[in-house]
C-alpha cells in the first residue's frame, strides 16, 4: 500500500502516521519530498481500511500494491538501483558490466593467470566457484576455502572484485571477509534462511533464478535479502528449466524488460547456464545486451576440454575477448556503454 501526504503536512502529522502504521505491525517505508511524503506499507495491509485513512485530514491519495513485493517494487523507488561491487557499478546508466572466469577454481595458480587473462580480454570482475552445488554427490564439490583464498591472490593480482557462490549460513563470515559479490545460487533462490543470513551482510548479493520458478517468486527472494536488511540485490537469469532438449535450459530474455518494469534493481544474464554450449554464448550475450541487461557473467577456461566442471559451456579467453568486442558494437546501439 503507498500513501502520499498533501503538500505541507506538518512533521508531527507525519510521525502521527508513521505511529499508527507501526502499532499495527506494518513496516513503513518513508520516502521524503520537498514538498510531499510517500508512505510504502510492509506487511498484511488486508485489515487496513481505506476510507480510515482517507479521512485523515493531511492524506492526499492511498493506492493498494497488487503486487506482493515493496522493497523491490519500482513504485516504491522510481530510480533504477546502482549497485557499488568493490567499485564496479553495476545498474542504471552504468557501463554494461562482464563477469568472467572458471565454473570451479583448480587451484591458485589457475586462478591468478585466468585473471589476468580475462582482464585483458574486458572482465570487469573475476568469478569462479570454490563451493559447488552438483547434481551428483560424486561430483567434484569444489575447493571450498582453499578456492576463495585462491580467488582473493587472482584479486591482488589484477585488482578484479571477486564474485563467488555462498551455499550454506556457515560460511557467512568467510564470504563476509574474502568476497565482493555473494552469489546464491538457483538451488538456494529459495532457500529462506540463507537469505536471511545474506540480508544480514555488507556485501551485494547477487541472486540467480531458480530452475523451475515464476519471476514473482524470484523478486519475492530478493525481498526477503531486502527486508533482512540488505538493499544490494543484483538479478541474474542463467535460464529455466523447459521441455526443450537443445540447451541445458531455456533462455528467458522477457525477464529484462520484465523486471525493468517490476522492480528497480539491476539485472545480468548468464548465457554459460543458460545454454550449457560454448557456441550458443556469442548469440545469447548479443540478445542480452540489445535487451537491456546491465551485466553478463560468462564462463571462461583456458582448456575447457580439461576444466573440472563445465567445460562444455566456457569460452576460451580469446573467444571471451572476441565476444565482448562484439557486445560492445552493440551496447553502442542501445545507448549503453561497456
Excluded at 513496516?27 to 510504502?40: K, M, P, S
Excluded at 545498474?91 to 577454481?105: D, E, K, Q, R, T
Excluded at 595458480?109 to 563451493?131: I, N, P, S
Excluded at 572484485?161 to 560460511?171: A, K, L, Q, R, Y
Aim: charged share 20%.
Amino acid at each position: 500500500m503507498i500513501i502520499s501526504t498533501k503538500k505541507g503536512t506538518p512533521q508531527v502529522e507525519v510521525q502521527k502516521i508513521i505511529d499508527s502504521f507501526e502499532a499495527q505491525g506494518l513496516q513503513v517505508t518513508l520516502i521524503r519530498g520537498t514538498d510531499y511524503n510517500v508512505f510504502g506499507l510492509v506487511g498484511d495491509t488486508t485489515k487496513i481500511d481505506e476510507r480510515q485513512i482517507r479521512a485523515n485530514p493531511w492524506v492526499e491519495e492511498v493506492t493498494r500494491v497488487a503486487a506482493p513485493y515493496k522493497l523491490a517494487n519500482r513504485l516504491f523507488h522510481e530510480a533504477d538501483s546502482v549497485i557499488d561491487v568493490a567499485g564496479i557499478a553495476v545498474g542504471g546508466n552504468a557501463p554494461i558490466a562482464v563477469i568472467g572466469g572458471p565454473c570451479s577454481v583448480e587451484g591458485e595458480a589457475m586462478a591468478v593467470e585466468l585473471a589476468k587473462q580475462c582482464k585483458a580480454a574486458g572482465a570487469t570482475m573475476f568469478r569462479g566457484g570454490a563451493y559447488k552445488p552438483r547434481t551428483s554427490p560424486y561430483a567434484f564439490q569444489g575447493m571450498e576455502t582453499e578456492g576463495i583464498l585462491a580467488l582473493v591472490k587472482a584479486r591482488q593480482a589484477t585488482g578484479l572484485p571477486i564474485v563467488s557462490e555462498m551455499m550454506g549460513e556457515d560460511t557467512v563470515d568467510e564470504f563476509e571477509e574474502y568476497v565482493d559479490l555473494v552469489q546464491i545460487g538457483a538451488r538456494n533462490m529459495q532457500n529462506f534462511n540463507l537469505l536471511k543470513a545474506a540480508g544480514k551482510m555488507t556485501r551485494p548479493i547477487l541472486l540467480k533464478r531458480g530452475l523451475a520458478n515464476t519471476i514473482e517468486e524470484w523478486i519475492m527472494s530478493a525481498e526477503y535479502i531486502m527486508a533482512a536488511g540488505n538493499p544490494n540485490v543484483i538479478f541474474c537469469e542463467r535460464g529455466i528449466r523447459t521441455f526443450e532438449k537443445y540447451t541445458r535450459n531455456t533462455l528467458d530474455l522477457s525477464v529484462i524488460p520484465i523486471l525493468k518494469q517490476k522492480s528497480h534493481l539491476p539485472v545480468i544474464i548468464d548465457p554459460s547456464h543458460a545454454t550449457g554450449d560454448w557456441r550458443l554464448i556469442e548469440s545469447a550475450s548479443l540478445a542480452a545486451v540489445a535487451a537491456g541487461a546491465d551485466g553478463l557473467m560468462i564462463e571462461v577456461h583456458s582448456a575447457p576440454e580439461c576444466a573440472w566442471s563445465d567445460g562444455a559451456q566456457s569460452l576460451k579467453p580469446d573467444k571471451f575477448a572476441a565476444v565482448i568486442e562484439k557486445c560492445r558494437a552493440v551496447a553502442n546501439v542501445v545507448g549503453r556503454t561497456m
